[in-house]
């Protein structure tokens, strides 16, 4: 069975950081390309960063710069460091296995002073 279990969100200060992490199970992580999508409260998805197998990166083009996605083929997971966080990041964090439909069930990303 394919599970996907995000951590790390919470409630900080603009200007602070977070480190998300997607635990991944039950399918060959390291050939998948792995996926960051966000969704703020009623309102539509965005994709913020995707990790291909190869190493290869695409981030959403508001966000280079601040974020960075990478990967531990090891553990099977991947991460989100995110820097310079600003109310507009705030929003519930999905990993993805991009292309597959499999979703985690999010973990949840306020800023706010």
């Known amino acids: 069975e394919v599970q996907l279990v995000e951590s790390g969100g919470g409630l900080v200060q603009p200007g602070e950081s977070l480190r998300l992490s997607c635990a991944a199970s039950?399918?060959?992580?390291?050939?998948?390309?792995m996926t960051w999508v966000r969704q703020v409260p009623g309102k539509g998805l965005e994709s913020v960063a995707t990790i291909y197998a190869g190493g290869t990166i695409e981030y959403g083009d508001a966000l280079k710069g601040r974020f960075t996605i990478y990967r531990d083929n090891d553990k099977s997971m991947v991460y989100l460091q995110m820097n310079n966080l600003t109310a507009e990041d705030t929003a519930r964090y999905y990993c993805?296995?991009?292309?597959?439909?499999?979703w985690g069930k999010g973990t949840m990303v306020t800023v706010s002073s």
């Open positions: 993805e296995i991009r292309g597959q439909n499999y």
């Open positions: 039950g399918f060959p992580f390291s050939s998948y390309p």
